[in-house]
Structures are given as C-alpha cells and as structure tokens.
C-alpha cells in the first residue's frame, strides 16, 4: 500500500477588520439566509466592520422583514454611535434605525454622573 502525501493545506487567516466588531441577529438564526432582511443586515455588518471610525465597538445588527435595523451594543464614542447609525440609515433596505447603542463606560466621551 502506498501514500502520497502532499504539501499541507495552507490556511487563510482573516485580516482584523478596520471597523466594530459586529454579530448578526438574522431570521434562520446566526447565519446569514436569503430574506430581504438577511441581506440589509448582512450589508449594514459589512460597513460597520470596514469603518475605522467604529473601531473598539461591539455592535450588533437585526433587521425586521419591516426594514427596521436596531443597533445594539457598545461604541467608544458619540461620534461613534453617530456613524454607526448613519451607516446603517443609509443602507439600502434599511427603512428606520433603531438605536440601543451605548457608550462604553471607560471611554473619555460617556457622560459623567455630575
């Protein structure tokens, strides 16, 4: 009996996105299915990840078959949140935007309990 054996597989390692780091909230569950608001979703993800002003926030994207897509999760700053939302009110299929985003507590920007 004879084996071949060839060179191993090389394995692709992702780069770091630029942006936030986002997860996504689609009908069939975590993965990405071929509904309408799978797609807005899909689409509002891939933005916010490629953004560098978004970078150190945490976001979570879900979009209603309505074409509500609510922001979840944590951003660095109000500038931040500001572009999250921009990016998302401006994808197309994205009908209103629902913001729950909230400052990161440590960031120099959150508001202070004076």
Same mark, same amino acid.
């Given at each position: $009996? &004879?084996? *071949? !054996?060839?060179?191993? *597989?090389?394995? $692709?390692?992702?780069?770091?996105?630029?942006?936030?780091?986002?997860?996504?909230?689609?009908?069939?569950?975590? *993965?990405?299915?071929? &509904?309408?608001?799978? !797609?807005?979703?899909? %689409?509002?993800?891939?933005? #916010?990840?490629?953004?560098?002003? #978004?970078?150190?926030? /945490?976001?979570? @994207?879900?979009?209603?078959?309505?074409?509500?897509?609510? #922001?979840?999760?944590?951003?660095?700053?109000?500038?931040?949140?500001?572009?999250? @939302?921009?990016?998302?009110?401006?994808?197309?299929?994205?009908? @209103?935007? %629902? /913001?729950? !985003?909230? #400052?990161?507590?440590?960031?120099?920007?959150?508001? &202070?309990? %004076?």
């Amino acid at each position: $009996m &004879t084996v *071949a !054996l060839g060179a191993p *597989a090389a394995v $692709m390692a992702e780069a770091p996105s630029p942006g936030a780091r986002t997860t996504g909230t689609y009908s069939s569950g975590d *993965a990405p299915g071929t &509904t309408r608001s799978d !797609l807005v979703t899909s %689409n509002v993800r891939a933005q #916010l990840a490629g953004d560098r002003a #978004l970078k150190g926030a /945490n976001i979570n @994207v879900a979009t209603s078959d309505e074409g509500v897509v609510t #922001l979840t999760g944590s951003v660095p700053s109000i500038t931040a949140q500001r572009e999250a @939302v921009e990016i998302a009110s401006t994808t197309a299929g994205a009908a @209103v935007v %629902n /913001n729950q !985003l909230r #400052l990161i507590y440590a960031s120099p920007q959150a508001p &202070t309990r %004076n």
